[in-house]
């Protein structure tokens, strides 16, 4: 049997009881048992109920820097004995354009390489990294018509993610995620945001969710599906962790806790001077980033002043000037070497995160 045969085999029987979450209202059965177990089963059954939430924002290409602080995080979970999936240490995972391409390759059956560990196929996290850098350029072409195309349709043809979403994913269904995922989107028709969850839109297609909040408006057309015109999850949320925490506390109405690790792709805080603001011209290229950039600071606040909420972002601002769609080599190596430089500086924070992760599944 191939390891992605055993992928599947396994992943069948788990991914329905790991896709729902734990019943926490068996208060009857724990009564009757409560008699019959040890002090520290007792206090371990009236912890308060504590839940894990995985965010990626997007950013094109620079979901290279998520990806590397995920390694990090996952290398610390090894250290401190943890032998699981990545993705099976957290109760919800959410992303947005990259970010949900991310998001849906930890949960989702892929065509990535894997390896066994503990009777359980892992994904090997530096082949989704090797994707990024390799598919780069198939996603984001680079020739004399790209320069054309600009002015008559957007700037890239879909082919190019298509082709890789269809290899990545395949014929795979949301409904096969092993945890709670949660896709964000946008549709123009309606205009509202378009939540696409693994736990209730089980029979769509991955590739189709990895197309929809990716489309990003300018660079991709939007995805048609169902009377929807979908763009890129990006234009409500490109830090989708408000949206994940509301939906989190419907699947998990008991937690006391919601512990929320938010890893950015190096956006920066855009700023204007009093000169910026004079005239049509001087607009052009300061509205997008001015959005952008009130929509994150907007997250941040809502989210460090929730009671229930441990709100941990990693964002730090990646000062290299470099675009969502850059794929030279060069650039791709800085963002790594960005990466690890950011991951050495929140050391401290993807170590506590680790212990807690790991606590928390030995717990269950």
Not at 336 to 354: G, P, Q, S
């Amino acid at each position: 049997m191939s390891i992605r045969d055993l992928f599947n085999t396994i992943r069948t029987k788990l991914h329905i009881k790991r896709n729902t979450p734990k019943d926490t209202t068996t208060q009857d059965f724990k009564a009757d048992v409560t008699e019959s177990i040890s002090p520290q089963e007792q206090q371990a059954l009236q912890k308060p109920e504590e839940r894990f939430i995985l965010c990626i924002d997007g950013g094109g290409m620079r979901g290279v820097i998520p990806m590397v602080l995920l390694q990090k995080l996952e290398d610390e979970i090894r250290c401190c004995g943890g032998e699981d999936s990545l993705d099976s240490y957290f109760d919800y995972i959410a992303g947005t354009s990259t970010g949900g391409l991310i998001s849906l390759a930890l949960t989702c059956p892929t065509e990535f390489g894997y390896k066994i560990c503990k009777n359980a196929p892992q994904i090997l996290l530096d082949d989704i990294l090797d994707q990024y850098m390799s598919m780069g350029k198939t996603i984001f072409p680079t020739s004399t018509f790209t320069g054309l195309r600009k002015i008559a349709s957007t700037k890239y043809p879909e082919s190019g993610i298509e082709s890789m979403l269809d290899e990545w994913f395949e014929d795979s269904k949301l409904g096969e995620a092993t945890v709670p995922t949660l896709i964000m989107s946008y549709d123009l028709f309606s205009g509202a945001p378009v939540m696409i969850k693994s736990y209730e839109d089980r029979s769509f297609l991955v590739r189709d969710a990895g197309r929809a909040t990716s489309a990003a408006p300018t660079y991709f057309p939007p995805l048609i599906r169902n009377g929807e015109i979908l763009v890129d999850g990006g234009v409500v949320a490109n830090n989708p962790s408000i949206y994940a925490y509301i939906e989190a506390k419907k699947l998990y109405p008991n937690c006391s806790k919601f512990h929320i690790l938010s890893l950015s792709t190096g956006g920066k805080i855009h700023t204007m001077s009093l000169e910026d603001t004079y005239g049509l011209l001087s607009w052009v290229d300061q509205v997008n980033p001015m959005f952008s950039t009130a929509q994150k600071r907007t997250t941040d606040y809502v989210l460090q002043n929730m009671q229930d909420v441990d709100y941990i972002r990693i964002d730090d601002p990646l000062e290299l000037g470099i675009k969502m769609d850059d794929t030279n080599p060069d650039s791709v190596k800085s963002m790594v070497e960005f990466a690890n430089t950011v991951a050495d500086k929140h050391a401290d924070e993807i170590l506590k995160v680790a212990s807690m992760l790991l606590n928390n599944k030995n717990q269950r």
